[in-house]
């Protein structure tokens, strides 16, 4: 299956770089579908790194989102890890995903680090690590922070090279009162660094035969495994040769440049500047490949500047230029700083001023569940269609049928595309459907797909729809039930690029309650009971914080990591109580989806309350203890700076609705603690409002049983 698809390997530098270029220069863009594919949501800026280590600068003013400049570029972001390339068939293969086609290819996956032989069993039992991923080496270096003691065992670096000399130099200046370790060939480095690193009481070595604690590798770099089982002509470090035109040698169609790769016959040092000086004539010949017009040549310096930091507060740097060697005190190091705050600077996207007339417009319509119909509209128009019992007894499923005891349940879900990666998006609309069946508490047994997909060529609708239903199938596969059918129709409306967007997915999905057990209604609520919830909010929030360019490295990988992961396993642990302690634990439930938590809160407290007053008992209310709520890292800021979901006005009503009716009446009050604030309050309550795609659960149970579940879920309030 080929067809026109230009794909991007790597969030290196050349990458962003060429997506940057192509968002000033449109012309220079290929007229084709474009995807990238990178391991990370962000990228670190390698030269920035030890600053952040030395306290310089925090984490996020390095960070280079490559989502939000993919999304700007319109270009579809992948976040995946490459296992291996078939350049012959022209494949990308990843771990757990169809494989991707691609036209043209271009590989900019930088390097990984190498690791000896002698340390293979400490990084194995955790004890050392490489510094790439910078993310993940930075997680265990703050880790290490309790550990600022000369108590303590000391922490080791180990490397020759500039990049151990200068987080050396960083951690001294982070740690003040740790023993710290090179571990190095001393001969190896300039002898001034080394009297600088001995006046900063780093203890330099050639081996470790001593005690010590954590032990951070910087000991060179080496290409991914894929690499060395392909037909690739490679230099001795393993990486890729090209021409002069940056092609790689013999695959006219693959372009490499950066870390990964070197210019056949012109020797130079693994650096951020090649891969910064080569996006010109990449951008160019890339063009002028598709077209099949001649291409440039492009002619890398053989040597280039090279600036250590000794993060002593003076600025003081060591600036290497070939043999040259430089110690200053002050110019090179103020020299650094504005070459790297000015590189991290050109990707910081101009963040869109949304007023209240924009936010109507398509463009800027939240996806996800943020795309549902108000409830206002939905429950008007049911009651207008004489189907008010779904407005006036909602439940998250319906019984369809009942055999010899068995009930099966169903319900339907599905949006617009959330994201550009269409096994993504896949994934992420399944296992949002099947929280209607777990709110019921009923495990999936099958599921029915309904795809819409964009107008585009033959074989890249057929990529769409393959990667489509195999992100549906592994999330079916996973919970332990089957496609049991589906229907797919073609779009008439223009698809943009990326256009996976283009895609809409809905899904019926079916569960089977086994015999004996008893579903979880709306309408279970009882004076007395707890509520718990099983996740934080803020999803909502979230997508619309990126849909204005906002950087959210904090939030993206704990927001995606629920986005990705069952929650049935929560339904599972419930059902294993019950039968264990022989009682009922939930006298109601729901998922939290587009009407936010009050939205569907309301819904439980309404259902209760009118089957109570059928049976002649007293009404109910939900109070909610706002000290209690979870939001995901960064939500609270960015509802202090206004970011709201599209549909936050319409799931406003529902609070002020709730609000309007005297105290007695309402069917949700609020618990406010004097040492709080009115605008925290007021900023919790927006939470509640937010719309969440693969939200959390909400239980009302009998508090006796809370102590069964603490584990996996937390206290929101209780029923009065």
Known sequence: MCFNHLVLIGGGHSNVLLMRKWLMQPTLMPNCPISIISRDFNLVYSAMYPGVIAGEFNINECLIDINLLANSA????????VTYINFLERKVLFNSRPYLNYSKLILNFGSQTKIPEQYIDLVRNKIAFPIKPFYSSYQIIKNEDKYNSPKELPFVI??????????AFALRSRWKNRLLTLVCDVK????NIVSRLEEFEIKLTERIDFNHGKVLLCTGNQSPDWIKNNPLECDYRGRISTNLELQVNNFPDVFAVGDCAVTSNMKRPASGVF??????????????????KKLKKWFPQNKGL????????????????????INSSSFFGKLKNNID?????????????????????????????AAKIPQNILNSALRDSKLGRFADLPEDASEVIKVEGQVL?????????????????????????CSDLWACGVRLSSINVLISLPKVEENFQNYLFTHSLSGIKSVVDELGGDVIGGHTYEKRSLSDNPFPLGIDISLTVNGVMEKGKKEWKK??????????????????????????????????????KNLLNSQQYLIEDIHFIQNKIGKKIINASTDITGFGLLGHLKEMVDASNKNRIENNNKKIQAELDLSLFRAYPQILELINLGIRSSIFEENKKIHDQIISSNFEEQSIIFVQHKDKIKKEFSEIIELLLDPQTCGPLVISCNPIYEKYLTKNWYKIGKVL
């Open 74 to 81: 319109k270009i579809s972001f992948i976040k995946d890890e």
């Open 275 to 292: 891969a910064v000086k080569a996006v010109n004539t990449l951008a160019y010949n890339l063009k002028k490949n598709i077209e099949g």
């Open 409 to 433: 349940f169903q319900s339907v879900d599905g949006f617009p595309a959330l994201i550009s990666d269409p096994w993504l998006n896949a994934r992420i609309t399944t296992l949002h459907a």
């Open 341 to 369: 705050k000015s590189f991290v600077k050109k990707f910081k996207l101009r963040e869109m001023k949304l007023d209240k007339k924009a936010i109507s417009m398509e463009n800027f319509d939240c996806r996800g569940c």
């Open 158 to 167: 180990v490397g020759s090279g500039l990049a151990a000399i200068e987080m």
């Open 523 to 560: 309408s279970g609520m009882k004076s007395g009971d707890v509520l718990l919830m099983s996740r934080p909010l803020g999803v909502g929030i979230f997508f619309a914080a990126q849909m204005r360019n906002i950087n959210l490295f904090d939030s993206s990988y704990s927001i995606f």
């Open 306 to 325: 090279q600036i250590v930091k000794t993060f002593n507060g003076s600025l003081e740097t060591f600036s290497f230029f070939g043999s040259l060697t």
């Open 188 to 191: 190896k480095i300039n002898k």
